[in-house]
């Protein structure tokens, strides 16, 4: 049965791709099992640049439809209008103007059921794409782009989603930052979810804001503590106030923030840095077996 695991954070800049990347390598060399990694930040995806023997095997563009009226069978009875919960449809009879903006359609279909002219039709505009690679190892990492001026990464999300190798033993969802949908949509159906979070006042209260949506939704999860040893202790007491389990904690460190910013952070870990990620993997890898 395939294991998926969520790498979430309340606000960007806290180590999500850190402790993602870095647990893809780990559980793919340490364990005898297919894993694989996808990059959910689809506005701007960048786990490959970890890993300079990829090799890409696969594009796929991701389109959604959208309407087109026929102002000729058009009777302008706003009905399709009325439907759109995205006020995405313009409907001015005296002008006899019919307009559907594409940014807000989300595709879903209400107005050519509505219509009863027949006068709506769908067109297909491309939102994205998804690429897929493969390392050396065999392993696979995808992720998805979303196109400049799009904003349906929620959309991308889920089709990205639907396109992983179902045959993988493990999954790493490796989740836009912040609480908004497109976050939400990648942690979605995880069996676990990671939250990153820094012991500062503002990693406070993003990971609340993320515990909520995590709790609420009935989510299995654990936090990696990045950058400890600076901020306070308020993070440490919330988290035992509330009885959420600290996987591990990442220490601040020179050398490991001049790995990541060369792209060696999944490579050349030093070795005073590793053991924590490793005790990370270690304790994720009980939780997959049991």
């Given at each position: ?8 954070s ?9 402790v ?34 990829k ?9 959604k439809?959208?309407?087109v ?6 009777s ?6 009325e ?10 009879p005296m ?15 209400a ?10 039709s ?12 493969a390392?050396?190892d ?18 991308l ?27 939400v ?19 406070l ?14 989510i ?15 993070l440490?007491r ?17 050398d ?24 990370i993997a270690?304790?994720?890898?009980k939780?997959?077996?049991?």
């Amino acid at each position: 049965m395939s294991f998926s695991i969520a790498i979430a954070s309340g606000k960007g800049g806290t180590g999500k791709t850190t402790v993602a990347v870095s647990l893809f390598n780990i559980l793919s060399r340490t364990l005898n099992v297919k894993v694989q990694l996808i990059d959910c930040d689809v506005e701007e995806p960048n786990d490959t640049l970890f890993f300079p023997d990829k090799q890409i095997i696969g594009t796929k563009a991701v389109c959604k439809l959208i309407p087109v009226i026929n102002k000729v069978e058009c009777s302008w009875c706003r009905r399709c209008s009325e439907y759109c919960e995205f006020n995405a449809i313009v409907i001015l009879p005296m002008a006899e103007y019919a307009e559907i903006n594409p940014g807000l359609c989300h595709s879903c279909g209400a107005c050519l059921v509505a219509c009863e002219d027949d006068a709506i039709s769908e067109i297909s505009k491309p939102i994205g794409e998804i690429n897929t690679f493969a390392l050396s190892d065999g392993s696979v990492i995808k992720e998805g782009i979303l196109k400049i001026g799009s904003a349906m990464q929620t959309m991308l999300i889920r089709e990205l989603k639907k396109n992983t190798n179902e045959t993988a033993d493990i999954t790493i969802y490796d989740a836009p930052p912040g609480t908004s949908c497109p976050a939400v949509e990648a942690v979605a159906d995880a069996d676990y979810v990671v939250l990153v979070a820094e012991p500062t006042p503002f990693g406070l209260h993003d990971l609340k804001l993320m515990t909520r949506i995590i709790t609420g939704a009935g989510i299995p999860f654990g936090v990696v503590v990045n950058k400890a040893g600076q901020g306070d202790d308020t993070l440490y007491r919330f988290l035992e106030e509330q009885q959420i389990e600290i996987i591990g904690k990442i220490p601040f460190s020179r050398d490991f923030a001049a790995a990541y910013a060369k792209g060696e952070i999944h490579l050349n870990l030093p070795s005073a840095i590793s053991v924590p990620l490793d005790q990370i993997a270690l304790q994720l890898t009980k939780k997959i077996v049991s």
